[in-house]
């Protein structure tokens, strides 16, 4: 039996970097969920990493209005550590659309579809570069993060800066009323799918110990080289699969979605005319 803590010397983090033409999520989506978000952190200690015009004013002010030590590091996307390694994911969609694979209909939660149809072809390969980047990004700066952690700080976790979305659609939504592993990975479970099974974990929040989280991330590395050029519209999540099935003794689920992981999958003929 693991080992637990709740919450106590934990640092957590946050990133956000608007993106020009996102039809994934727009600003708003964010700017909404935000307050909510940062009340279940009320107290805590948060770091931002962010970039674009008065993000970093605009988030510390809803932090330290919930009474949250925040700190910030302001980074442009293309100086984001996975922003050349993702590049094989962007040539794999180019070679799907020239193939005409993207009016195949396949399933609507079915993470190559949603990628492909809706992030890549309405977005733009530029966008959509910087989306991947973003997430794939998420597990080396709980790394860097967790080496420079200051003193007390025992645990990292990444929370999305819209994760109050959770609330009452899962299981255990609120994560800071869980106790949590100190020598796993703590995460949600997904209703997406990878290769027509549920994908094992949403990366919506992800907490570890400063200990754990160098080793996660060489593993992740060498998952993302290995997978991005393999044919599939990757994210963080389903190259963290790879890694969740090779090391399942790293990682723990906090809860299972309430709606959708069991549910057949919709059909989607097309997003694209």
């Not at 590091?73 to 070679?95: G, H, N, Q, Y």
């Not at 959770?166 to 209703?191: C, E, I």
């Amino acid at each position: 039996m693991p080992k637990i803590e709740k919450n106590s010397g934990a640092l957590y983090c946050m990133g956000f970097w608007p993106i020009e033409n996102n039809r994934k999520r727009n600003a708003e989506h964010y700017t909404r969920l935000l307050p909510e978000t940062m009340k279940l952190l009320r107290g805590k200690r948060l770091h931002l990493f962010y970039d674009g015009n008065d993000v970093g004013e605009t988030f510390a002010a809803e932090a330290e209005r919930n009474g949250i030590e925040v700190s910030k590091a302001k980074i442009s996307i293309s100086d984001l550590p996975t922003f050349d390694a993702v590049l094989p994911i962007i040539s794999t969609c180019e070679r799907l659309v020239s193939e005409g694979k993207h009016h195949d209909d396949t399933p609507a939660r079915e993470k190559m579809s949603m990628h492909l149809k809706r992030d890549y072809l309405l977005s733009g390969a530029e966008a959509f570069r910087s989306m991947v980047t973003i997430w794939t990004s998420k597990i080396p700066l709980l790394a860097e993060l967790s080496r420079s952690a200051p003193a007390g700080v025992n645990s990292v976790a990444w929370v999305d800066a819209s994760i109050a979305k959770f609330k009452g659609s899962r299981t255990n939504w609120n994560f800071m009323n869980q106790t949590l592993p100190n020598d796993r990975v703590a995460h949600y479970a997904s209703p997406m799918f990878f290769h027509g099974a549920p994908l094992p974990l949403n990366a919506s929040f992800l907490s570890a110990s400063i200990d754990l989280w160098p080793t996660v991330n060489a593993r992740f590395l060498e998952e993302l080289v290995d997978r991005a050029g393999d044919g599939y519209v990757h994210d963080e999540e389903t190259i963290m699969s790879g890694v969740v099935a090779k090391y399942p003794e790293l990682f723990q689920t906090l809860g299972r979605p309430v709606r959708g992981i069991r549910r057949l999958p919709l059909k989607i003929s097309s997003l694209v005319q």
